[in-house]
């Protein structure tokens, strides 16, 4: 391997990656800068940012700096006494004893702790998983991305699982013979952003893409062995659109038969195309409870052997999650349940949840939002005509926050 100058001892990280990937504390990778498409109008993540490919040797080079990290780390860990475990501790010592990687004038040194943060959880959980970052990794040429995986191998040999997020359309423009020399590299899942399989839905939201590349690129993913998590987006047909934005997306989902189901609702997140489109009222937002009964429909449709997970803060109802179809029963009690309880306890439900998600990820609320839950809670509590319009105000400005 190169020798690595202090200046350059860092790996670039994109901004993010599936919640079951931090579980797994896998090692971020980032592949690509940004997204190729970056004009979905709900989608906030890489607004102003431009996609850019990295050349391969750029890749290889933070892989150097990933494995010389996790080396020093190792070395720290066993030096500690702590059973070869990589604790704060090890982790501060590392950043200690060199100065000329981590002092002062040695630069970027925010993203170089994340770095340090990154790869000691990985060690702790087994370096067994990578993460390929940003938003689409079969965007990039297959030799190339093949090259990369086949050097991360090489490097760490531990490595089991590799993952990535990927469009359809990506997917379904790779050939087969293609696609299986990328999963025979080490590339195992792919993250797909479906949202709908409604065209109408995918058409207003200029996802760029159709229901038939939705299909065509996750059976194309199946086909080659990947395993495959597809991403929908309950509430994004908003009033107008509701139950077609379920049925069709069962509808493409029953064709493709992916591994996983992953819900988002539909979140008007600050900085997206949509929340601007919404406060001019172009986009009639579908009310949270109407977006649980969108979700009842959705998997009341689904014919497919895929597991359906609800992790993730955007969904009200955490607990519809289970494997298709043993549990889709289990799956609409729970929704019915929910559906049937009386307004003031749908309300109460409601705010406690959001406020909760909104307090794990900033850990405070704020003046403005405090005293928005606070009213909220007050009209509930008295029984007010106003309890729902305000739930849904203290609402709204919460899941503005949402990541
Ligand atoms: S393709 Fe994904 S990352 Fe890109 S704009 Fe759409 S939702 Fe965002």
């Known amino acids: 391997m190169n020798e690595i100058a202090p200046q350059s001892f860092f790996y670039e990280m994109g901004p993010i990656r599936p919640p079951s990937e931090g579980q797994d504390h896998s090692l971020l990778l980032r592949t690509t800068r940004n997204c190729p498409w970056n004009r979905c109008q709900f989608c906030s ?17 933070d892989l150097e700096v990933v494995k010389a990290i996790y080396d020093k780390l190792l070395d720290a860990a066993q030096n500690s006494g702590l059973g070869g475990r990589v604790t704060q501790d090890a982790l501060r010592r590392v950043w200690a004893i060199n100065p000329e990687l981590y002092g002062e004038n040695a630069g970027n040194n925010t993203l170089k702790w994340q770095n340090l943060t990154n790869v000691a959880n990985w060690i ?10 940003d ?8 030799p190339d991305l093949v090259a990369v995986l086949n050097y991360l ?11 990535a997020y990927a469009r359809s359309k990506s997917c379904a423009r790779k050939s087969m013979e293609e696609l299986a020399q990328i999963r025979a590299a080490g590339l195992v899942r792919l993250h797909v952003g479906l949202e709908s399989g409604c065209d109408e839905v995918l058409a207003w939201m200029k996802k760029g ?30 009033k107008a659109l509701s139950r077609k934005h ?20 539909l979140a008007l997140r600050r900085g997206s195309p949509l929340l601007d489109r919404w ?3 172009e986009f009639d937002e579908l009310p949270e409870d109407q977006v649980v009964e969108e979700i ?11 597991y359906l997970a609800s992790d993730q803060m955007s969904n009200l109802l955490w607990e519809v999650e289970g494997r298709l179809p043993q549990d889709k029963e289990k799956m609409l009690s729970l929704i019915r349940d929910y559906l049937t309880k009386p307004l003031g306890e749908r309300l109460t439900f409601r705010r406690h949840r959001r406020r909760r998600s909104f307090l794990a990820v900033y850990g405070i609320l704020g003046p403005e939002l405090e005293e928005l839950v606070q009213a909220a809670e007050e009209a509930i509590r008295q029984d007010r005509a106003d309890a729902a319009a305000r739930t849904d105000a203290a609402i709204a400005a919460l899941k503005k926050g949402f990541v």
């Open 246 to 265: 379920a049925l069709d997306s069962a509808q493409v989902l029953n064709e493709i038969n992916p591994d996983f189901i992953r819900l988002r609702s």
């Open 135 to 142: 938003a689409d990794a079969l965007v990039m040429r297959t």
């Open 153 to 163: 191998k090489e490097v760490f040999p531990t490595v089991e699982r590799v993952t």
């Open 209 to 238: 893409v159709t229901a038939r590349e939705h299909v065509e690129g996750g059976k194309k993913a199946v086909a080659a062995g990947f395993s495959l998590s597809e991403y929908v987006m309950p509430g994004l047909g908003g």
């Open 296 to 306: 009842g429909w959705f998997v009341e449709n689904l014919q497919c052997n895929a």
């Open 124 to 133: 702790n959980s087994g370096a067994r998983t990578v993460f390929l970052q």
């Open 279 to 281: 406060e001019k009222g």
């Open 45 to 61: 993540t890489y607004q102003g940012h431009k996609f850019s490919f990295r050349k391969v040797p750029e890749i290889k080079g």
